[in-house]
């Protein structure tokens, strides 16, 4: 018999605010929460500092800077995340096999250098910001699912953890990559809830269902009148959504 899933671990809280006295307000209000993703924005505003204080509260980060640079530079980048603690970190798999294989052999090294546990490396394939013609006008080939696709099997190839994708490749990613490797999910929006700026997006209920582990949710959670509230009604559109999907694993 397969137990129930907790989606409240499936729900990464995006923090993207301004700065550490908001970002902990919102750690320490969204109490069920288990993951908090802290991004270029935020880290460069606060420093690796935070993470220690996220951590003080008994959560998880994931470390959202997608690193892309030479090989050497993203290794340590990726060492210094084992130090501080990080529960998963993302690289643009557009940086090549190289860069990803020797950031996925720092993290298991300096994780067994300093026996603790190894961050989950994700391959970043296209930001879902991008649609074809954006990707066409940068020099890449016009089709997203296809280059979605091709770096997503590179950043198998490479022994990472799991890939970062767009709902709408869920499907596609999950047959290249195997059920071996994760699939999160950013662009993810309820129905209730402003697209903003991104473009390839999709409801939690349908992400979880096409086969996504994690969801990535910010601004309809962070910005609502009631962080606390808006969680709590993602966590119970997911169970409901889902709950026949659970019934056939048992």
């Not at 550490?20 to 320490?28: H, N, S, T």
């Not at 802290?38 to 509260?57: N, Q, S």
């Not at 008994?58 to 090989?71: E, Q, S, T």
């Amino acid at each position: 018999m397969t137990l129930p899933i907790d989606y409240r671990k499936r729900i990464i809280i995006a923090l993207d605010v301004e700065n550490k006295e908001q970002a902990l307000a919102l750690v320490r209000e969204l109490k069920d929460a288990r993951v908090f993703k802290v991004g270029l924005e935020l880290f460069t505003a606060e420093g690796p500092e935070l993470l220690k204080d996220i951590k003080a509260l008994g959560k998880d980060v994931f470390l959202d800077l997608k690193l892309h640079d030479i090989p050497n530079t993203v290794a340590e980048s990726v060492r210094i995340g084992v130090r501080h603690g990080a529960y998963m970190m993302t690289i643009h798999a557009s940086g090549g096999l190289e860069m990803m294989a020797k950031a996925a052999e720092a993290a298991r090294s300096e994780s067994e250098k300093r026996q603790t546990a190894k961050p989950l490396l994700l391959g970043v394939t296209i930001l879902t910001s991008l649609k074809n013609e954006e990707l066409g006008a940068i020099g890449m080939v016009p089709d997203t699912a296809a280059q979605v696709l091709r770096l997503a099997a590179l950043a198998k190839k490479a022994g990472m953890d799991g890939v970062v994708c767009s709902a709408q490749e869920i499907e596609i990613v999950r047959k290249e990559v195997g059920p071996g490797r994760l699939i999160v999910t950013p662009g993810i929006r309820p129905a209730w809830a402003a697209a903003q700026d991104q473009k390839r997006i999709m409801s939690p209920a349908e992400a979880i269902e096409k086969g996504s582990d994690y969801l990535v949710v910010g601004r309809p959670i962070t910005q609502a009148a009631s962080p606390r509230d808006a969680f709590s009604k993602i966590v119970a559109e997911l169970e409901t959504g889902n709950a026949s999907d659970d019934e056939k694993r048992t």
